[in-house]
């Protein structure tokens, strides 16, 4: 816009005065910035190009203001003065004497409400030029509560308490209060006194900060060869594209598999480059990151389309002996991840397992140590098992399995075998073997003499089976834990483990599926606390999954209860007080998957007053793609997110919605096993409400509200070139000439123009 101030500007109408762009200036109403440094004075405008005020009284006063340039990156800070500059010469082409008709109204509205809002969400720093009120305009200022933090530009210093009038439940997102040293000229038409006083930038917001407890988190998982199987960064146009449109749905961040198979080649040798790449672009994009330690193979559960393996030269040590890999009762062999059995026991060279999986953590965090000073990497989910999920690889596609399958127990490698023969002879049951009356993958419960009436799972040796089967699942997830948190010790990350949503015959006695995965969940037994207690010890984060699901959707002959799984789950978590993430098993772009994910997200509704009762700490939705990125799937999906933010405005600060990313602290003294059993004893999970009160919107209405959209940008486009048209013409007179709108005056006169 040629008319436009290029930078460190604004001018808008006070009572008493009239804010106009420039520095310090004298009588002649020349000047520059003041104390400003060399390249934000430099770049400050000069009183001739933006000395367009409004004055409507003889008591009318200017007040220059200079602000220094680094506030805000330049392009956003130039975008934001266009608009204000615009604005104001709209507001003064409509105090032209005479009668106010309907179109210049319907225009100021248009022009303040859905051009300024917009660019001052997206530049906060420039929120404190104008507040339209009738014809007037002023300055505010205000505090917002939270913490103190640098930004790239310097100190922000933000109050610790502070608030404004609260109007709704629905909140935009609080921006730190800036505080910067200003120097402040006020005018007269002809007399100049100078003024030193602090000026605070504030947020295009007057709502109290207590509805952001209620804003979740929404991260989107990448593609699952973003980073192909040769350790290339494919395609970084068409994702970095991705990465834009994500940013501007409001998505806060991004997941992805950061895999073994790919980066540790040879034994100890890692090659990070190409996911160095990838970093740095979701760091410009503005974008979060949660980064899973994924020691499993991509290929062979729901939803993998490409196939990743885990490094041949531990596939070369399973050659010869093939005991390394999970294995089911008739010798099956699954390569998908390391069975525990061999945790402990150095069969790859020099090293055990457990001590390959710690030293790729350390390489990750040394590798990545800027990404993580600087605060993009805000999660590591340590993967645990296939599909990076803490459970036993017992429903694998690529062996037959289909839904809704029991699946097979998955610990007859000789390495299992040998440690659950020790187990049951210290227990006095030296004749005690593994089951072989469970069935095979795709039986159903009472097919089977393990899980049927009165099976075998009731019998002292079937309970004692069970509790070893999973009793080894959490000693593994335990130790693998403690070294990520020796790794990632004193980092401002949090650490997570993802339980996998085995929904299918929960509402049968047995909950065979479970079982076989690992979990041991009957109706008078809580298999999941106990895994959340064990994570409370390395302030880890439960990352479920299946939230997306409705028991409705799932065939009755499933006894499939996704809803009733996700309750107990989420409640195991808040009871042990840890954190509860959560994601969507399936790729799903409805607003009912939507509706059923923004529920169990609030289970208990919005609170106005603060945090909910119960909430979720972030959401992982599944997956980017094609797909997603269609545009009626991407509309629905912006207003989802939106839902999940509570219908608030995004916000880059995790301290503003919910508990602060510390650097991570050791784990906690070891837990005994009896201690972490505990937490088996079953209590009532919390009640979750039926339907969420945010709901996503879809049908005849919500396109009805996307062809309005569509024309209110249309408006706004030859509004703007209307009144852009409008003004040139007001403007061509010959300097001093009287023209319909106002006398124009130079700037070097000090006198001001009246109408």
């Known amino acids: 816009m040629s008319s436009s101030p290029t930078a460190g500007a604004f001018a808008s109408s006070l009572d008493g005065g009239t804010a106009s762009a420039g520095g310090e200036g004298g009588e002649d109403g020349s000047g520059v910035g003041a104390e400003m440094g060399d390249e934000a004075a430099g770049d400050s405008v000069s009183s001739a190009s933006s000395w367009a005020a409004l004055e409507s009284t003889k008591a009318r006063r200017k007040t220059v203001i200079g602000i220094r340039r680094g506030i805000v990156p330049a392009a956003e800070y130039d975008e934001a003065m266009d608009w204000i500059f615009l604005e104001l010469r709209i507001r003064d082409w409509m105090e032209v004497p005479g009668e106010i008709g309907f179109g210049r109204l319907f225009l100021l509205y248009f022009f303040n409400v859905l051009h300024l809002a917009p660019v001052f969400k997206k530049s906060p720093a420039m929120a404190a030029s104008v507040h339209i009120k009738g014809y007037e305009s002023r300055a505010r200022t205000q505090s917002t509560g939270c913490s103190q933090r640098k930004y790239a530009a310097g100190q922000w210093m933000c109050s610790s308490t502070g608030s404004s009038r609260r109007n709704n439940k629905l909140n935009q997102c609080p921006i730190p209060t800036i505080s910067k040293s200003i120097e402040a000229q006020e005018v007269t038409s002809k007399h100049t006194t100078i003024m030193s006083t602090e000026v605070k930038v504030l947020p295009f917001t007057d709502k109290e900060n207590a509805a952001l407890a209620n804003y979740v988190p929404v991260y989107v998982m990448l593609p699952l060869g973003v980073i192909t199987s040769d350790n290339e ?280 599926a479970e079982l076989t995965s690992g979990y041991y969940n009957l109706s008078d037994r809580d298999g999941y606390r106990p895994l959340a207690r064990m994570l409370s010890r390395h302030y880890a984060i439960l990352n479920f999954t299946c939230v997306e699901m409705r028991d409705s959707e799932q065939p009755a002959e499933a006894k499939s209860a996704p809803e009733e799984l996700v309750q107990l789950v989420l409640s195991a978590g808040w009871r042990e007080e840890i954190e509860v993430a959560c994601e969507n098993a399936l790729n799903r772009y409805d607003k009912e998957a939507y509706n059923q994910m923004l529920k169990n997200a609030r289970p208990n509704g919005i609170n106005e007053n603060g945090p909910p009762e119960h909430r979720i700490s972030a959401l992982t939705y599944l997956r980017l793609g094609d797909d997603l990125m269609k545009s009626s799937n991407l509309s629905l999906f912006k207003v989802f997110v939106k839902k999940m933010h509570a219908d608030q405005d995004f916000c880059s600060n995790p301290e503003d919605y919910y508990k602060p990313i510390v650097p991570l602290e050791r784990s906690k003294s070891e837990f005994s096993i009896d201690y972490i059993l505990e937490a088996t004893e079953p209590k009532e999970p919390f009640p979750f409400d039926d339907e969420t009160d945010m709901p996503v919107g879809g049908g005849f209405s919500y396109w009805i509200k996307a062809l309005f959209t569509k024309f209110i940008s249309m408006f706004k486009y030859f509004g703007t070139r209307w009144i852009m048209d409008e003004d040139c013409k007001a403007d061509q007179g010959p300097v001093g000439a009287v023209t319909s709108r106002r006398t124009l005056v130079p700037p070097e006169s000090g006198a001001v123009a009246e109408t």
């Open 233 to 512: 960064f494919e395609k970084p146009r068409v994702l970095r594209k991705q990465l834009k449109k994500l940013k501007k749905a409001g998505v806060d961040g991004v997941m992805v598999d950061v895999w073994w198979g790919i980066i540790e080649t040879k034994p100890r040798c890692y090659d990070w480059i190409a996911y160095r790449k990838l970093f740095q672009m979701v760091k410009e994009e503005g974008l979060r990151l949660q980064a899973i330690m994924s020691f499993h193979q991509c290929g062979g559960n729901v939803g993998d389309v490409v196939f990743i393996p885990i490094p041949q030269w531990v596939r070369d040590v399973g050659e010869y002996d093939p005991d390394i890999f999970y294995t089911n009762r008739k010798g099956t062999r699954n390569q998908e991840y390391l069975s525990l059995g061999v945790d402990n026991l150095p069969l790859f060279g020099s090293r055990t397992a457990v001590e390959i999986y710690s030293d790729y953590m350390k390489s990750f965090r040394k590798a990545m140590s800027d990404f993580l000073e600087e605060g993009l990497i805000t999660d590591i989910e340590v993967g645990l098992g296939p599909a990076g999920e803490m459970r036993y690889p017992s429903y694998p596609e690529t062996q037959g399995w289909v839904y809704p399958g029991i699946g097979e127990f998955q610990c007859y490698d000789k390495y299992l075998r040998a440690d659950f023969k020790a187990a049951a002879t210290k227990a006095g049951h030296p004749e005690w073997e593994l089951p072989d009356d469970a069935g095979e993958y795709n039986d159903t419960p009472d097919a089977t003499q393990f899980f049927g009436a009165d099976g075998t799972y009731l019998t002292e040796k079937g309970k004692f089976f069970l509790t070893w089967y999973s009793n080894k699942l959490i000693k593994h997830g335990d130790q693998i834990l403690d070294l990520a948190n020796q790794a990632f010790l004193g980092c401002k990350v949090k650490l997570a483990a993802k339980v996998s949503g085995i929904h299918w015959w929960y509402k049968d006695d047995s909950h065979a």
